[in-house]
Every structure is written in structure tokens, then in C-alpha cells.
């Protein structure tokens, strides 16, 4: 078993609520970023700005499992890489390897506060009780192996049910983020990446990257990125089904 | 028009979609990391010219300089300084997989072995427990020692060889670059030990000093060369060396006063057919220096990583 995640580029809406998600689900202070949305233009008409949403990329052969000097970067048998923030001496070596860089050194002057100057707010104090953050420790997305663990303790399957899958994948109003089993050539997203020629980034690294992109190459050829139409048409393909489910399940015009 | 209009709510994000600098190593407390590095190619390199021409001041100052200088300003970089002990086995096993984790063993079998050594040199000890018992020892840990400074010094070269995000790092060549570099250096400090009226003769030093300073010239030289055919970033970084923000650091500080300066001052040296005078000596040493910090500075600073999506900028 190795979990993965497929980005679907085209359904992709740019409304950054995965980020919110993550954001919320781990109490992420300011400074810090597990999942981003990253932007740029482009020269394509009408194409001026694109996004791509990435994340910690799960790698099977990953850097920073390999350097980290106290071990503290693991990866499971699932293929989640993790960090023991209890092991982590934060000498930085996994952030400056990682050739996506995304891993973020969590230091006191990265957090603030989310009103800098003023006291905590409760929700801030209740986070850190809920998910503490060890400053002087390095962190990144895990695939929120905690809705994982504790959804198949219960009989659950990650990617199916949102209780065992990751949130930035249950919260994607427009469907662009698939999660699911690799190793199975049955689930959904090795099917996805089979059809649509998903891709990873820099595979010449050698890393093995567990997310997957689909709909659309990244780059400046006119043919490369989906055009804004076809996000749109995505978009609203996908309102209309919610609507139609709602009008089933409330029953209302 | 549509152009200007989006970049009224969305400016383009920087972060990795144009070539970013590394910056945990090279600034704010990553300034650490610079200076550490430093002494590191410092401290061994003087250890190990001190070793060749068995000179018991410069073993020590090499010594000191890794132990109170590098490990203590490394350690104060991390997060968590007081987990240090973590890195080294029985609670970790990394040095298996790790640079970094086999730099921190080779310091401190580095330090144990040099330390042996260093008392069992010591002329007041030997006279007190003879000779026949002193010297096995002395030259036993002498090449434990050898070989774990050989380590100290190559392996931050090591380190950021392995990083593949960063193309200009990414060279066979650079922890050869840096060994060489630190073991110049070395032969820069004995001649201020040699002056110092330590046990260390400075014309030795001189001569070492210049073919040494030559083949980094060389080694310098080809390190760029073949860099610049390796990728679009490295030649950026390259080019940030020669003439974009750190081309003063390049140009003064490694060039100059790391290159040119001690080997005029060495040539000087050769063609008046003796030592070159005090004066010059100690602006040679200086410069030694002085070139050691601009040469881990240039390294770190020109530390450039691919973009994500590389055919978005042509990289």
C-alpha cells in the first residue's frame, strides 16, 4: 500500500480552500505553509496568471528521509514521510535538500499570532492544545496520517471516506484532488494517472513523487495549459451536480 | 489591459516558480552555517599540514579550532541544540544514509583521537613517560586522527553535493574543491605558527602554499567550467558570482585576498631566494583567511534551486 494523490489541473478553481483546510485542520501558525497554491504568468492570451496547487510530495525515495542525522524524518510502510518533531534537532538539512521544497523550519518568530501584537485568540489556544507545534523543529504535510490512522482503525478507506481521507482532499469543492492507493492498480487514482498520463514533477530526481498531476501539462506552450474555459466549464459542471444532489437530498427546486 | 487587471488582486508568486535562493544556510542564523563551515575547512586543513610536517602547535590549533570554534557554533545553529546527541549513535543510525550524521562522527572521533594524540605529543609527557611508550601512541592516533580530519573537511562538501534541487551544488567536483580549499588554508595558518616561533618552518610552508594555490586556481576555474554546461540555474549562479551580487565576495574576497595575494607574496618569497618578510607573511595569512570565509560564502550564497516547473522559465 502506498498512498497518493492526484491533482486534476483543470478542475482546479484557484479558491486556495485546500490551504484553509490545512490550515485549519492542523492549527498552522502564520509562517507556516503545508499545501500552497503557487502562481505566475504566463504568455499565453487569456492565460495571463495560472496556479498549481502542490504539497510535500510523499516521495518513495525521499531526500529527506535519507539525510535527516536523528532519523527524525520517517516514512511509513504506507509511504507517508513524517517528521518526529519529538527526534528533530532542526539543523535544516532535510529543508535545504528537499528539491520542492516543501518543508517549512518552524521558529518562534514564525509565530506570531494571527494578530500580532494582540493575545491569542481561543481557537489559537485550543490548536495548540490540539495539534502543538514544536518550534526550533522542521514540519510539512504528512497526508493527514492522523484521519488516516485513526479512519481505518475503524473500518474505513481513505480517499472513499472523507472521515480517513486527508482534508485538503474533502474540502476541494471542484473535485481536483483525488487521494487513493498507488500499489493498487484498481483504485481510482492509478486508474486517473493510467488514462491521463498523470506526471510528477521533476521525476529526474529520482525522488519518486507520490502526487500525481492530470488535465493539463505545466508549461508555456499554447497546448499546455488548460484553457480558462475549460476550468470554468469544469466548475460549473461540478456546481450543477451539487445542486442537483442537494435538490435530492432536500428535496427542494 | 487584461494583464494589468490581474495583477491588481494577484501578484505573481516568487516562491520556486523562478530560480529561489537557498537561504536557511546563508542567512539570518544561517550565517552560523557560514562561519562554522569555515572553520571547519579551516581547523582541518591546518591539522592535517600539521600532521605531514609533525608539528605539535599546529595539531593543537587545529585542534581548538574545530572543537571550540565549529562544533559549538554548529550546534547553536539547530533548533533544538540540546538534542545533539541524537545524531550520533546508539540513538541514531543515519550515518549510514546521512552526510551530515557521518560529519558529526567524524568530529567527534576527531576530537578523541586528536586528543590522544595531542597528549601523548606533548614534550613534558614524554619526558615523563618516555619515548618508546609515547610515540606508538602518537602515531597511531596521529593516523586516526589523520583520517577522521580527512573526513571533517569533506564532508560539508559531501553535504551539498547530495542536494539535487540545487544544480551549481550538485557537482562530483566540490568536496574536492572545498578539501583542497581547506588544506591551502592549513598551510596559510602554519606559516603564522611557523612565525609565531612555533615548531613549523615557514619556508616548508611557503613552498606548499604556492603549488597548492595554484591547483585551486585550477581547481576553481574547472569547477566553474564545467558547472556552467551542467544547467540553465548553475550558470545563473555563476553568473550571480561574476557579476551580479556576489561578484565583490568573489572577486576581493576569494580571488584577491584568497588567491592572488598569498601566491604573489609566496612568488615574492621564491624569487628573492628566502622567506618573504614578516610583514608580508602575516598579509599573507590574512588573506589565507579571510579568502577561506569568502569562498564558503560564495558557495552558500550562489546556492540557487531549480524551479518546480521547469519549461514554465526555461530552466
Redesign the interface.
Known sequence: MRWGMVINLVKCTRCHACVAACRIEHFLPLGMNWP?L?????DVP?Q??TT?P?RCNQCKEA?CV???????TKKREDGIVYVDND???????C???????NRT???RDKDPGYFPGYQRTRFEKAGRKLFPHV????EKCDFCMERIDAGMAKGLVPGKDREATPACVNTCQARALTFGDLDDPESEISVLIKEKNGFQ??PE???EPSVYYIDG?????PS?IAPREAQTAAHMQHLSTMEERARQIFGKK | MSQMATRQWMTTHEWMVKPMHQREWIERRGIMIWIAETFTSLGAGLYLVSLFINSWWGLLIGWLIIMFLKLPIHIAYFGKPWRFYRTMPPFSNAWKTSWFARGILFSVFFGTFGFIQLVFGQPDFVNLIGNSIANPIYYTFGVLAGFSAMGVGIYGGFIMNYVKGIPFWNQGLLPVVIMLAGVADGFGLIMGVGLAGGDASVAWAEAGSRYLLLINILLIVTYLISAGYTSAVAKLSIQELLKGPSAFMFWVGLIFLGLVVPAVISAVSLFSGGEASSVLLIIAIAAHTLGAFALKYCILKVGIYRPLFPRVAAY
Open positions: 500552497r503557487i502562481a505566475w504568468e504566463t487569456g495571463e496568471l498549481v502542490v531526500p535519507e539525510v535527516c542525522p536523528a532519523e527524525a527526534i528533530c534537532v532542526g539543523c535544516r538539512y529543508v535545504v535538500v528537499c528539491p520542492y521544497q523550519f518552524f521558529s518550534a526550533g523543529t522542521t514533477l521533476h530526481y529520482g525522488t501539462k505545466i508549461g508555456n506552450a499546455n
